[in-house]
């Protein structure tokens, strides 16, 4: 049985799939798990272990197991495979559930191509659209953000599951976008990194490089992924040091062909009224255009009391419903006074507004900031949320609970905030996409 391997096993690159029929699951298991109590853990549960020289296994719930062979393959592992009784298919993907039909061809005047993988709500696409490209492709899991997506758009993603499109069905494109599940790497989650499910869909983007060589990519997550293991960020930018899980993600685009290069970018240097500091992914396929490259600045004001746009400028009149809506209860204003009283949890309105986080209805009480204007204490409204990210006016969220109380209503809130709290600002992207595609010479 041949063996696949990468430029770096420790990176744990997707590369093929073992299929493991569900006679043999529980010898797989037991082999998997004796190699972990021996100190060689290549398995956590649901999840992907990444460690140099061996086996990287993701079990998955149809039974198969995709993974990378190192050298250490265990003896019960080797003796199924060298039976048939398991079977190793080098770079193989299970066909999606609907075909893709392929796209229709791009408009005359279009001055580049795309395709966004982990589309959310579309800011990607909103920001590239304003330059002149043209989507090819999108994927979205989620099927709130997917129906605010087609909303928007007037078509849904081309697919949810992204792991589930097969490598040859990607049509070509140009640019390569999308903002890989930040969950992993995020200060408010766990923060299990790479040992998460999660944390190893970059190697999709890997996967997708990989098939149709696109000339740029744009990738996009939280500042913190930066710094995780060992990395120093300092405020001042002065000191940069990547961390080791920023640098395994990074060797991965390279073993792909791309040179690489990464930044922390915060929204309000590009005209978002919003604190917002996210890590940005920038690769070219050939190296004089990467050379060309050159990040945006915008602005380097950082004063956060008096600024233009700011808070008082997103803000929706206050007798409107959707202001009255987002008013805080009575018991809610008593959770957070000491910090409405000190001035801490109130949101600056000639200023700018923290980081619109995914839970800003559900986790409310622990580090939101609210509005306090003529209307009283409240939540921002979604209208405000997406006018802080920097979407069009028109936007709509899908499931939008226009004004409306109760508990299912509330979830729809969280809904829509966490659809907005976990999208790109499309102003940033717009930012940093015309430096892309000037390098790559699609843009003048």
């Known amino acids: 049985m041949a063996t696949a391997s990468t430029s770096d096993l420790s990176l744990g690159v997707h590369v093929g799939r073992l299929h493991v029929p569900h006679a043999h699951m529980a010898a797989v298991k037991a082999a998997l798990a004796a ?99 043209h989507c090819v492709f999108a994927s979205e899991l989620d099927p709130h953000a997917a129906a605010t997506y087609e909303a928007n758009f007037g078509a849904p993603p081309d697919a949810g599951d992204i792991t589930e499109v097969p490598s040859d069905a990607f049509p070509a494109h140009d640019l390569l976008v999308g903002g890989f599940p930040c969950q992993p790497f995020a200060t408010a989650g766990e923060r299990r990194a790479l040992a998460d499910p999660r944390g190893q869909l970059y190697l999709e983007v890997c996967r997708v490089l990989c098939a149709r060589k696109p000339a740029a990519f744009l990738l996009e997550n939280v500042a913190a992924l930066y710094t995780m293991g060992g990395g120093t960020f300092a405020p001042e930018y002065a000191d940069r ?39 940005y992914f920038v690769g070219f396929l050939d190296a004089a255009r ?63 507004a923290r980081t619109l986080i995914a839970n800003y209805r559900h986790g409310w009480h622990r580090d939101s900031e609210f509005v306090v204007d003529g209307s009283g204490v409240r939540f921002y409204t979604c209208r405000e949320a997406l006018r802080l990210m920097g979407f069009p006016e028109s936007w709509a969220v899908a499931g939008w609970p226009n004004g409306d109380r109760g508990g299912k209503a509330l979830e729809a809130y969280q809904r829509s905030y966490r659809q907005i709290g976990n999208a790109v600002c499309p102003p940033v992207i717009t930012a940093i996409a015309r430096e892309v595609m000037r390098a790559a010479g699609f843009c003048s």
């Open 290 to 352: 990467a050379s060309r490259f050159v990040w945006p600045e915008g602005t380097t004001e950082h004063d956060h009391l008096r600024c233009e746009p700011n808070v008082r400028s997103v803000l929706e009149p206050p007798d409107s419903v959707a202001v009255a809506a987002a008013a805080l209860s009575a018991a809610q204003r008593a959770k957070v006074a000491e910090g409405l009283a000190d001035g801490s949890r109130v949101a600056r309105l000639d200023g700018r």
């Open 35 to 133: 190699e972990g109590r021996a100190g060689r853990p290549w398995l956590r549960q649901n999840g992907v272990r990444s460690t140099p020289d061996v086996l990287h296994v993701h079990l998955t719930v149809e039974g198969a197991t995709c993974v990378a062979s190192g050298r250490n393959i265990p003896p019960p592992i080797q003796a199924l495979l060298e039976a048939n009784q398991i079977r190793w298919e080098p770079g193989v993907r299970p066909p999606p559930a609907t075909p893709l039909a392929p796209p229709p061809p791009p408009p005359p005047d279009a001055a580049f191509t795309f395709a966004e993988l982990f589309a959310g709500i579309g800011g990607f696409r909103v920001g590239l659209e304003a330059l002149g490209g």
């Open 241 to 279: 040091t990547p961390g080791a899980v920023v640098q395994t993600i990074v060797q991965a685009f390279e073993a792909c062909g791309y040179t690489v290069s990464v930044r922390i970018v915060g929204a309000h240097q590009f005209g978002v009224p919003q604190f917002r500091d996210r890590l």
